[in-house]
């Protein structure tokens, strides 16, 4: 196991992060939770060469704060839609996607790109670095788009890197990183707005196991930090790092968590 | 990290996408700054010609075309030297002076020049004297019909150096020769030398100063002397009527075509009507080859923008995701077609202005300057232009679904 500096020293008395949550719980009658995500009957659907095909059916579920979801389910069952609606980037056909108390889809285009700037981070499959960008110029570019000032964006760039272990390697080009470097550096880049939420569409799909392990290990830490993540997988090594498991089946979701603690 | 450095950064590192839109405008702009370039300075040319010599009329054989003026003895046919006495007795009003002229090879040292011969002023005077005209102070014309407005100054005709400016010279023994600056450079001689023409030995009475015409090449001796070297016998090629003002010029013409029937007249205007169509239609089709090449590398451009989009499509969406709004990413792009239009516009002001400054003097014998003007004209058209032809292709970008970032390469 590749040892991972303390990177949050002041986080949760619960010292290792792989390991469930004792104290979370969406039981209403012993622990009140603030809600992240509210979808209210969210359905979408797509008109292809003719034939309407749902992605979403009558979706109502809740996603608290500073939970850590992982959505599983069958190629085309309909977890990317659903991430990308929680990222504000596709609008349901019908239905309300609440993100605290702010209806997603009756904000403006720029109130939305705003939101994602300021609260959302995004961790990509294929990590979607700029090539020819440097690990800490890619890092820069939420900080850029937030407005920051050139230095505050190279300080925050170099101690993001830092945290994840490439303090090294800040001027390589994303070529010139091994695919577990360079999701490191999207991790990086991932907390560079200090995001309350996480969004991650397949972490681990372009990584060797070890590799796999240390990019679930951050993106833990991140959810002890009480960031809430929503993560897409196929992969059940990184399922299990999830408190709350939603599974997508033909555009049904179910909660398998509450499924095996009923049974 | 901001705009401009995200710009900057992908036009270095993806660079030959957009070279052949570049080359295009440059292209364009480089046409337009040269041609125009060019024509803007022989148009002062012509204008400083006309206000130097708009008072002047050539009498030239009949089947001689001219384009030149400088050069209006150099086209090798001849008519009757008696046309100048001819002249020079008619005494016609607004006639400040004559200056026939006769134009042979020759060689000094082996050196190829230009030999022309000219006739001093004095062997009017003696003519007139002839005539029992010696008191009069003009001994080849009358003052009648002159205006304010006048011609070459003639005030200082005793020094041969004036040869250069008036066009004539009072005094030149048939010993004698003038030689223009740039020949003189040539066969380092100065005033005061000998050399031999014809095997015979000359004296050099002076230098002129550089005028910047093709007299900086000659070399100029008495009409006589130059008719019996050369065996011509008594002809010249061209007869120099140096006006008093541009009005009696205008009426010289009938004159002189009544007393010469068999020559061909014709006023500084006439030598330059050519060259001013020349410049006009020059300045005309410089604006239609920047056009054409503008709108050839406009389409370039949106092309290679288009592309360009495309190939970046996923960058673009996680952009979006990361919080880039469609204005931005719009501004990323016409930001590019900006740099593209003001590095074209610049560069080709830079080389349009080389080009013009070797081909003027060749092409038309001007010289010519940098004109910043055009720099504004070609930095703001061509900006113009790139930012126009990427518009629909930035819209497009900005347009794209934000979602691309999820899909897989």
Not at chain 2, 28 to 42: H, K
Not at chain 2, 172 to 187: C, F, P, R, T, Y
Not at chain 2, 309 to 324: D, K, N, P, Q, Y
Not at chain 2, 398 to 408: K, T
Request: charged residues 15%; hydrophobic residues 45%; proline residues 5%.
């Amino acid at each position: 196991m590749i040892p991972i500096p303390s990177l949050f020293p002041l986080c949760s008395p619960v010292q290792n992060p792989k390991y469930e949550f004792k104290i979370r719980n969406t039981n209403l009658e012993t622990w009140k939770v603030k809600t992240m995500y509210q979808l209210e009957d969210v359905t979408k659907t797509y008109e292809r060469r003719g034939q309407t095909v749902t992605a979403l059916a009558n979706s109502t579920l809740s996603l608290a704060e500073g939970e850590f979801v992982a959505l599983v389910g069958p190629s085309g069952s309909g977890k990317t839609t659903l991430l990308s609606m929680l990222g504000g980037m596709l609008a349901p056909t019908s239905g309300r996607i609440l993100l605290g108390e702010d209806s997603l889809y009756d904000l403006s285009v720029a109130d939305r790109t705003r939101l994602r700037l300021e609260r959302l981070g995004f961790v990509f499959q294929s990590f979607n670095l700029i090539p020819w960008l440097s690990a800490v110029e890619n890092v820069q570019v939420p900080l850029s788009l937030a407005g920051k000032s050139a230095a505050e964006q190279r300080e925050r760039a170099c101690d993001l890197l830092d945290r994840v272990g490439l303090s090294d390697r800040l001027e390589h080009r994303p070529s010139e990183l091994s695919q577990g470097q360079q999701q490191r550096v999207a991790l990086a880049r991932t907390l560079a707005n200090d995001p309350k939420i996480i969004l991650a569409d397949e972490p681990t799909g372009n990584l060797d196991p070890a590799s796999r392990e240390v990019a679930m290990d951050y993106l833990s830490g991140f959810n002890a930090e009480g960031r809430t993540i929503v993560m897409v997988t196929h992969d059940e090594f990184a399922a299990g790092y999830a408190t709350r498991t939603l599974r997508l089946v033909n555009g049904v979701v179910s909660d398998e968590t509450h499924a095996a603690k009923a049974a | 990290m901001n705009l401009r450095s995200l710009i900057w950064k992908e036009l270095r590192q993806r660079p030959t996408p957009m070279m052949t839109s570049l080359i295009a405008v440059t292209l364009g702009v480089t046409a337009l700054v040269a041609i125009q370039n060019i024509t803007v300075f022989s148009e002062q040319a012509i204008a400083q010609k006309m206000e130097n010599l708009g008072a002047n009329v050539l009498v030239l054989p009949q089947s001689v075309s001219l384009q030149d003026y400088y050069a209006a003895d150099m086209h090798g046919q001849t008519m009757p030297e008696a046309n100048v006495t001819q002249l020079a007795l008619a005494r016609l009003p607004g006639v400040q002076n004559l200056a026939p002229k006769l134009c042979v090879s020759a060689s000094v040292d082996s050196i190829p020049i230009t030999l022309t011969g000219i006739l001093p002023k004095s062997e009017f005077q003696t003519k007139s004297s002839w005539q029992g005209l010696a008191l009069l102070s003009n001994s080849v014309g009358s003052d009648r019909g002159c205006c304010e407005t006048t011609g070459a100054d003639v005030s200082n005709d005793n020094d041969p150096a004036s040869l250069a400016t008036t066009r004539t010279i009072q005094q030149l023994g048939k010993d004698e020769v003038i030689i223009g600056s740039d020949l003189a450079a040539q066969l380092g001689t100065k005033s005061g030398d000998q050399l031999e023409l014809f095997g015979e030995e000359f004296q050099v009475l002076a230098v002129l100063p550089a005028t910047g015409t093709i007299d900086d090449g000659r070399m100029f001796a008495h009409l006589h002397s130059v008719q019996r070297l050369s065996d011509s016998g008594p002809v010249v090629n061209v007869i120099e009527i140096m006006g008093c003002c541009e009005d009696a010029a205008g009426s010289l013409i009938s004159d002189l075509s009544s007393l010469l029937p068999e020559t061909k007249v014709i006023t500084i205007a006439q030598v330059v009507e050519t060259q001013v169509a020349v410049n006009s239609l020059m300045s005309r089709m410089s604006w239609v080859f920047f056009s054409i090449l503008l709108l050839v590398g406009g389409a370039s451009i949106a092309s290679v923008m288009y592309a360009n989009v495309a190939e970046r499509r996923r960058e673009i969406g996680t952009l979006m995701a990361l919080g880039a709004t469609p204005g931005y990413v719009t501004r990323l792009f016409l930001g590019k077609a900006t740099i593209l239009g003001v590095c074209g516009g610049v560069g080709g002001f830079i080389v349009g202005t080389i080009l013009a400054a070797i081909l003027g003097p060749q092409l038309l014998g001007v010289a010519v300057q940098p004109m910043p003007v055009l720099l504004g004209v070609g930095l703001v058209t061509a900006s113009i232009v790139s930012i126009a032809a990427s518009y629909l292709p930035a819209r497009r970008a900005s347009g794209l679904d934000p979602c691309l970032c999820f899909s897989e390469s």
